[in-house]
């Protein structure tokens, strides 16, 4: 998956160009993200109606008579509203498939780790798509650490049931789709590879399985609820200024306790344990005057 950037590296990145100095050929804080992301979605919609999809083949087509336009597809094609870095995106997907689990677990967050396959092309323009570029049939990863439109993608479909025997891992009644990305949501104006800069993708997928409230750092919390902030985005809360994130953090509040063991009442979730009378509702790992 070596297309499929990872946020911390995306950091790395602009840090890098920025540290270039004033020689540096690309203007960052000049490029209108706002402008960019009203052209993508001009691009997505145009490209929505100029295709449709073939439930024969479970493959996006360019339109022909007698076939319903994706854009038209009310039952199937299905939008969300994304704000990242203050910029709104719309972010389009296909529901081929929701997903019927024996065990419904619900669907993941954008901070879960997920196995699937995915299958990548890039809209060329309003009326093309390429060949892929990028694929795989089984890989786990986590949603926090993808492009953002994978991150929000997901998290409308569910999984499926493990019916592996003694063969190749294989599931059934998982969810199934189309992701129809702006650029702003992939790789934005840098581009990667052979995706260019500003330019839509268009992405195939299967959600196999996931795990529900994934921990990344083992402390009792879930990545998702380490969001002391309350902006629903844990990527950004490091409440003891340590440089790492809560979520990959262990001592959340830097007491020299971990925080797997600030849990007082012994029921496996530190955050639910208050006992700070001048700070009650301060849970015990966030509040360094608590051991």
């Keep these: 998956m070596n297309k499929i950037i990872n946020i911390f590296a995306f950091v790395i990145v602009i840090t890098l160009i920025y540290s270039c100095g004033s020689d540096t050929s690309i203007a960052i804080d000049d490029f209108d993200n706002e402008a960019q992301a009203l052209i993508d979605n001009d691009t997505l919609v145009q490209f929505l109606k100029n295709h449709y999809y073939d439930t024969s083949t479970d493959s996006v087509k360019a339109l022909v008579p007698g ?14 509203s994304i704000t990242e870095n203050d910029i709104a995106y719309t972010l389009y997907y296909y529901m081929a498939q929701i997903g019927t689990p024996t065990i419904d677990k619900g669907k993941p967050s954008v901070m879960d780790s997920v196995f699937v396959k995915y299958n990548g092309q890039r809209i060329v323009d309003t009326d093309s798509i390429s060949g892929t570029f990028d694929s795989n049939k089984n890989i786990w990863f986590t949603l926090n650490g993808v492009i953002r439109g994978w991150s929000h993608g997901f998290t409308n479909f569910k999984g499926g049931d493990n019916i592996t025997d003694n063969g190749p891992i294989t599931y059934e009644n998982g969810g199934k789709g189309v992701l129809f990305i702006p650029s702003g949501l992939a790789y934005a104006n840098f581009g990667s590879g052979n995706i260019l800069p500003n330019e839509c993708l268009l992405f195939y997928i299967d959600l196999y399985d996931f795990v529900k409230d994934t921990d990344h750092d083992n402390d009792g919390v879930a990545s998702i609820f380490e969001d002391p902030d309350g902006n629903d985005d844990p990527r950004n809360d490091d409440t003891d200024g340590d440089g790492a994130l809560n979520y990959v953090d262990q001592d959340d509040d830097g ?12 029921d496996g ?23």
């Design 67 to 80: 076939q319903i336009a994706l854009h038209d597809d009310e039952d199937n094609l299905k939008s969300m």
């Design 255 to 266: 007491d020299g306790v971990l925080t797997i063991n600030e849990d007082a009442n012994g």
């Design 269 to 291: 979730n530190p955050a639910n344990d208050f006992n700070d009378e001048n700070n009650p509702t301060l849970p015990d790992y966030l509040n360094p005057a608590i051991k």
